[in-house]
């Protein structure tokens, strides 16, 4: 056993209203800058609908993820080393940035600027990557709120992937019975394909804390990483030429502060905490041989943080007390594995993601409503789930790779605390026979009640801050104040874009917002 | 034999070595952050669908054609019983090949970099300046070809002039009047050549320096520190495969 600890997160989705403060956060913090104007480190998608980039879930385009061979190994669905070594030239599965869309901005300038004439002046949009004029066809949330109408929702690879009668159910009611909001990060996977694609050995997972990283300096470019990555979690940077992704905060993370999407989420939906896991049976549970049996087999890489077994090989490895402290207080490992409500994202693909999902219950909840039933009382609730197949197939196929009764299983444990928690607090009698319905005790369902619904900031995150008697220096620390005024020249060296020395993010973004500001 | 030519063919020469190899290094070492194939994939991939492999591998054969050109001595060949004639024609067919694939390929990719917008507007005038001497050089080495052949000008073994004067310059005894009196197209294409090896380091073409090889050998996960430590990661390389430290 060799326990390794991963940083990983937890979203309920039934509290996210789709208000895209995350994504613009994310974006003022990490992406803001020329070459990634078209990235979403953090994107929401509504689904169902097609995501970002478009069908970025289909993977017999873009050849993501990993599948398994015959033999039973491992093997990245894009092909062998030396076939990636051989396309290298012009890697086939690379995806186009109509992809996710061309960036644009508008002449905004015109409006101030234009002759007197008869017409209004105009701002029209030009695109960021000619500078002409263009036409605004998409965007990374164009089908936003069901945008588009079953156009575009025909076009959504999971619909697709349903059998036919189920699509056209859907088509025909989707809009009354269920859409919820997907906000993705990459998912700092276990058995990450990005880094078994890179050629320069680049994409790296931290072995303190399991986020995955891109090396700038190390990366030359081969693009291998955007197509490997099932997710699309990998954004090729077109002025620097390198691949960048979301770095999970790590700076942050790093002084005990949760990421800046967890931090502004509206809904307050996100968790952060430790998971502790067996990096020796990684292999072995991403190859198990049936895609239904991909979750359990992600479950019990989860490692047990009060279990003496566990502490004792945590301790060998040399994992920090205060680490193993916050692993027993985790909250993504309770809402992962203990109450089982969480599900990670298409365990199908492989890679072990570790950034979980509560599927939503309210489709559900709000079809009893709307058809006069209610839909907080734990028998309807029960039956509804068992009879409304679409929304259920459809989640399955997210979240348990088609394997209905583990969504069935977490939403009536949800149905079960919406129950339970509304006798309490309309003052009745509450009823045992309720969590026991689901298999959990009366404290445990409370409990998980107050993660869930109350989620104080604390519970929610808990965030060990890095040893840097661990690291040698940190990113930080290497950088005296002579080198701020040497990254003058940031956007401008004699080699294009931002040549010289890396520059570190946080100088790089307090140079690029002093610039802003003084201008 | 003129100053021009000592210039030309004794000093040119360690010139070019000279800023290939110190340049190389200075930009490693300073500007690694730049060191990258600028991929323009992003923006176009039909057309590179199809140039970028016909020009890099029609450029790898043109390489291999060379090494053996030039760093094989004409005795070493005629010892094992290949007779000028036959290493003439065989050269001249594969070179043949080889060449229209690169010209080809350079062709589509500079017609592809001027008609997209997106790529266009991309290309620096580094790059510029870099695909001048690029295809000056491919077409220079193609009419030395034709020359050598004797299609233009009269035919030349280039293994008794050229290829003893680059080894010459590799052993470090310059033996420029081996150069003086080649065919012009032969000069042409080794002057523009060197001078391509002066800009290298200095522009995109780095890229091939790097050609990542070792992904062939490591394992497939990799676990760094903080501190940039590489450590035992969950999975090991394949039997026999010797451990890349990354
Ligand atoms: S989700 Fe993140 S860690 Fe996983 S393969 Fe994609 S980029 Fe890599
Ligand atoms: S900020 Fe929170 S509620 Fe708003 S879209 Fe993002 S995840 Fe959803």
Same mark, same amino acid.
């Given at each position: 056993m060799k326990v390794m600890a991963q940083m990983g997160m937890v979203m309920n989705l039934d509290k996210c209203i789709g208000c895209h403060t995350c994504s613009v956060t994310c974006k003022q913090a990490w992406t803001n800058r020329s070459g990634l104007e078209y990235?979403?480190?953090?994107?929401?998608?509504? *689904?169902?609908? +097609?995501?970002?980039?478009? *069908?970025? =879930? &289909? +993977?017999?385009?873009? @050849?993501?993820?990993?599948?398994?061979? @015959?033999?039973?190994r491992l093997k990245l669905k894009g092909g062998s080393k030396a076939r990636r070594l051989l396309s290298i030239f012009s890697n086939p599965r690379m995806l186009n940035i109509k992809d996710y869309y061309e960036p644009w901005t508008y002449e905004y300038d015109n409006l101030i600027t234009a002759p007197l004439g008869q017409q209004t002046p105009v701002a029209r949009p030009k695109s960021l990557l000619t500078g002409k004029p263009m036409k605004i066809e998409w965007s990374a949330n164009w089908d936003d709120d069901l945008g588009g109408g079953p156009v575009n929702i025909e076009k959504d690879p999971i619909l697709q992937k349903l059998a036919e009668d189920v699509t056209t159910k859907v088509k025909l009611e989707f809009e009354q019975t269920f859409m919820f909001y997907l906000p993705r990060i990459c998912e700092h996977c276990l058995n990450p394909a990005c880094v078994a694609a890179c050629p320069s050995g680049a994409i790296y997972k931290r072995a303190e804390d399991g986020i995955v990283l891109v090396d700038q300096q190390q990366c030359k470019g081969w693009r291998m990483c955007v197509s490997a990555c099932p997710y699309k979690k990998i954004y090729f940077n077109h002025k620097t030429g390198k691949a960048e992704k979301c770095t999970m905060c790590y700076p942050r993370l790093e002084i005990g502060l949760p990421t800046v999407c967890a931090e502004t989420c509206v809904g307050r939906l996100r968790y952060l905490g430790l998971f502790l896991y067996d990096a020796d049976?990684?292999?072995?549970?991403? /190859?198990?041989?049936?895609?239904? &049996?991909?979750?359990?087999? +992600?479950?019990?890489?989860?490692?047990?943080?009060?279990?003496? =077994?566990?502490?004792?090989?945590?301790?060998?490895?040399?994992?920090?007390?205060?680490?193993?402290?916050?692993?027993q207080k985790s909250p993504v490992y309770k809402l992962a594995k203990v109450y089982r409500v969480a599900l990670p994202l298409h365990p199908e693909y492989r890679t072990m993601p570790m950034v979980w999902y509560v599927p939503p219950l309210s489709p559900i909840v709000d079809v009893l409503t709307e058809t006069?039933?209610?839909?907080?009382?734990?028998?309807?609730?029960?039956?509804?789930?068992?009879?409304?197949?679409?929304?259920?197939?459809? #989640?399955?196929?997210m979240f348990s790779a088609g394997d209905v009764s583990v969504v069935t299983g977490t939403l009536?444990? #949800? /149905?079960?605390?919406? /129950?339970?928690?509304?006798?309490?607090?309309?003052? *009745?009698?509450?009823?045992?026979?309720?969590?026991?319905?689901?298999?959990?005790?009366? =404290?445990?369902?409370?409990?998980?009640?107050?993660?869930?619904?109350?989620?104080?900031?604390?519970?929610?995150?808990?965030?060990?801050?890095? %040893?840097? =008697? +661990?690291? @040698?220096?940190?990113? %930080? #620390?290497?950088? /005296?104040?002579?080198?701020?005024?040497?990254?003058e020249n940031f956007g401008g060296g004699p080699f294009g874009q931002s040549s010289g020395n890396p520059v570190p993010v946080t100088i790089e973004s307090f140079l690029m917002a002093k610039e802003r500001q003084t201008k | 034999m003129s100053s021009l030519d000592i210039m030309l063919w004794s000093v040119l020469p360690y010139a070019a070595i000279g800023s290939f190899v110190v340049g190389s290094i200075w930009r490693y070492r300073y500007d690694k952050f730049n060191w990258t194939t600028r991929s323009s994939q992003i923006y176009e991939g039909k057309m590179l669908r199809i140039a970028g492999p016909l020009f890099h591998l029609g450029l790898f054969a043109v390489i291999g054609g060379h090494i053996v050109g030039l760093l094989i001595p004409m005795k070493w060949t005629n010892a094992i019983g290949v007779s000028q004639e036959m290493y003439h024609v065989g050269a001249i067919t594969m070179g043949s090949f080889a060449g229209v694939a690169t010209l080809l390929g350079i062709a589509l990719l500079i017609y592809r970099r001027r008609t997209t917008d997106t790529v266009f507007v991309a290309t620096t005038k580094n790059d510029k300046t870099m695909y001048i001497f690029l295809v000056a050089t491919l077409l220079a080495g193609s009419s030395a070809t034709l020359s050598s052949a004797g299609v233009i000008g009269t035919e030349h073994n280039y293994r008794e002039t050229v290829s003893p004067w680059f080894r010459s310059i590799l052993l470090f005894r310059p033996d420029a009047a081996l150069m003086a009196n080649t065919p012009l197209a032969f000069r042409i294409h080794a002057v523009v050549g060197m001078l391509l090896f002066i800009i290298w380091p200095f522009t995109r073409l780095v890229h091939a320096m790097t050609a990542p090889v070792g992904y062939m050998f490591r394992p497939p996960i990799i676990y760094r520190t903080r501190d940039g430590r590489s450590v035992a990661g969950n999975r090991k390389a394949r039997p026999g495969w010797e451990k890349v430290k990354y």
């Open positions: 990235a979403w480190f953090n994107n929401v998608e509504t *689904r169902p609908g +097609q995501g970002y980039p478009r *069908r970025y =879930e &289909d +993977q017999e385009k873009a @050849k993501g993820g990993w599948i398994r061979t @015959k033999g039973g049976k990684v292999n072995g549970a991403a /190859s198990v041989e049936n895609d239904q &049996d991909l979750y359990e087999a +992600q479950m019990d890489l989860l490692l047990d943080p009060d279990d003496p =077994e566990v502490l004792a090989a945590a301790r060998a490895e040399g994992m920090p007390e205060d680490w193993i402290a916050a692993a006069g039933h209610d839909g907080e009382e734990v028998g309807n609730l029960f039956g509804a789930i068992e009879a409304l197949r679409i929304p259920l197939e459809y #989640l399955a196929e009536r444990k #949800l /149905s079960a605390m919406r /129950s339970y928690m509304r006798d309490i607090n309309l003052g *009745r009698e509450p009823r045992a026979e309720i969590p026991e319905a689901v298999g959990m005790t009366e =404290e445990s369902i409370y409990e998980m009640y107050r993660l869930l619904a109350i989620a104080k900031y604390e519970d929610r995150y808990v965030i060990p801050a890095a %040893h840097t =008697e +661990q690291a @040698k220096e940190l990113d %930080h #620390l290497g950088c /005296s104040l002579d080198g701020i005024e040497g990254v | -």
